[in-house]
């Protein structure tokens, strides 16, 4: 697979918006991506280069009632093929949580250590996602889907269970993908004569583009996820709330 956003090709617009953005100061980073901290505002954005499906599989986070159905390396191929390039180049961690029933989350320890920001405790909390824009992370509370999923599925008319929760999750990485986009890539531009409308970000069309994406691809995220597992672990769910 091709690289994404290629160094080169990153370095031109960072540096573009780094003379043109008074406020805008370049900061050290790993040699992975180009930082800058913005003094007027009081914060600090990444950009990646360079990124391959080995680099993206390193920025995802799981805990491991996801992972037990859905490889972390196969996710990674698919969003390398199915994510915007642009919202790839500026996500820190895509992160999957499973809540227990306090609402724990070893994924959320995790980020709060290496943060220190007590904040990874409480971002999608009640939500289906979120999109920690300080962080530059989509955060998808897959414990909180399957509980709305389980409220809101027909049987009558909706698919089986395992494909519409599926779906759900599905909708809603791609739904903060595009929040991710508006809200943290100052490089790209926005607006007539871009691939990106100026009202892009609006919850309206954030809604319908992850909706619509997520029916377009069902069948090849469905394809990388162990049905067996999922099958088991939707069993095992059914079973503790009987």
């Not at 953005?21 to 930082?35: H, I, K, R, V």
Request: aromatic share 12%.
């Amino acid at each position: 697979m091709e690289i994404i956003n290629k160094k080169d090709d990153v370095e031109k617009c960072f540096r573009k918006v780094l003379a043109e953005e008074g406020s805008l100061s370049m900061e050290e980073s790993d040699g992975n991506y180009f930082a800058y901290y913005d003094n007027e505002n009081d914060y600090e954005r990444h950009y990646y280069f360079n990124d391959t499906i080995e680099t993206i599989e390193k920025r995802i986070l799981m805990d491991k009632q996801v992972e037990s159905f859905l490889p972390k390396d196969k996710l990674a191929q698919f969003l390398a093929v199915q994510l915007d390039v642009n919202a790839i180049m500026v996500i820190e961690k895509m992160v999957l949580l499973w809540e227990n029933d306090e609402g724990m989350s070893p994924v959320r320890d995790a980020l709060e250590n290496e943060y220190g920001d007590e904040y990874a405790q409480y971002i999608a909390d009640g939500f289906l996602g979120q999109t920690w824009v300080d962080r530059q992370m989509p955060v998808i509370n897959v414990s909180s889907i399957y509980e709305t999923s389980r409220v809101i599925h027909d049987d009558t008319l909706d698919p089986p269970f395992s494909e519409f929760f599926l779906e759900s999750v599905l909708q809603t990485i791609f739904h903060e993908s595009v929040h991710l986009f508006y809200d943290c890539n100052e490089l790209i531009s926005v607006g007539e004569g871009t691939p990106y409308p100026e009202n892009g970000g609006a919850e309206a069309f954030v809604e319908e583009y992850g909706n619509a994406k997520a029916h377009e691809t069902l069948q090849k995220f469905m394809d990388i996820v162990q049905k067996e597992q999922l099958d088991k672990f939707l069993s095992e769910m059914e079973d503790e709330l009987c």
